[in-house]
């Protein structure tokens, strides 16, 4: 049997870089912190943008070296949610009173994927992660959030994020409500399967 950290990385004795870089994406946390803590701030949005870069890079690996599982999905999508709670932190740390001015804005977005899980967990007892569309858009805008504003000052791109995030999490819940569990769905509307009966 695998060691724990080790178990990570290696699925059926085979190194799995795709989640290797997934962790590393989960690592790079601290040490973008910490760059911010100690006055740091472009050292850290340089960090910060690397570790972004590894979610594009991890499934690419996984699929150049068909290496995709569900294992690595799920890591993928922990340690998603992980760095998706760290950008409240480094935005404080970037911008002092950015949040506590646009708080209702930073609830839906951070607050409202944790909703969202509770609520589908409630209604499922799964944590439904779909992968529909205004989910990736959602994504693509939090994860893009801290440079977007570092590159053109404007402070309403956490507004743009939260209203995709909100509507994303909106459309799934139709989508868990109307009986859909497929979460490769590309949007909420998708047809349905009727359960065997």
Request: aromatic share 12%; net charge positive; no cysteine.
């Given at each position: 049997?695998?060691?724990?950290?080790?178990?990570?990385?290696?699925?059926?004795?085979?190194f799995k870089p795709a989640n290797a870089v997934t962790?590393?994406?989960?690592?790079?946390?601290?040490?973008?912190?910490?760059?911010?803590?100690?006055?740091?701030?472009?050292?850290?949005?340089?960090?910060?943008?690397?570790?972004?870069?590894?979610?594009?890079?991890?499934?690419?690996?996984?699929?150049?070296?068909?290496?995709?599982?569900?294992?690595?999905?799920?890591?993928?999508?922990?340690?998603?949610?992980?760095?998706?709670?760290?950008?409240?932190?480094?935005?404080?740390?970037?911008?002092?009173?950015?949040?506590?001015?646009?708080?209702?804005?930073?609830?839906?977005?951070?607050?409202?994927?944790?909703?969202?899980?509770?609520?589908?967990?409630?209604?499922?007892?799964?944590?439904?992660?779909?992968?529909?569309?205004?989910?990736?858009?959602?994504?693509?805008?939090?994860f893009c959030l801290w440079p977007a504003i570092a590159?053109?000052?404007?402070?309403?791109?956490?507004?743009?994020?939260?209203?995709?995030?909100?509507?994303?999490?909106?459309?799934?819940?139709?989508?868990?409500?109307?009986?859909?569990?497929?979460?490769?769905?590309?949007?909420?509307?998708?047809?349905?399967?009727?359960?065997?009966?």
């Open positions: 049997m695998t060691p724990f950290p080790l178990s990570l990385v290696v699925e059926r004795g085979e962790l590393s994406r989960g690592l790079l946390i601290v040490p973008i912190f910490g760059l911010l803590w100690w006055g740091q701030a472009t050292a850290a949005l340089g960090l910060y943008i690397l570790a972004a870069l590894t979610d594009l890079a991890d499934g690419w690996l996984a699929r150049r070296f068909k290496q995709s599982s569900e294992f690595g999905a799920q890591l993928d999508a922990v340690v998603d949610n992980l760095f998706s709670l760290a950008i409240l932190g480094f935005l404080a740390l970037a911008y002092p009173g950015l949040i506590a001015r646009q708080w209702a804005a930073a609830a839906v977005l951070f607050g409202g994927p944790i909703l969202y899980l509770g609520l589908s967990w409630l209604l499922t007892r799964r944590l439904m992660m779909f992968h529909v569309w205004s989910a990736k858009v959602g994504a693509f805008l939090l590159v053109t000052g404007w402070q309403g791109w956490l507004w743009l994020s939260a209203a995709v995030v909100g509507l994303s999490r909106l459309e799934q819940l139709v989508l868990i409500a109307r009986g859909g569990r497929d979460l490769n769905a590309g949007h909420g509307l998708v047809r349905v399967a009727e359960p065997p009966s």
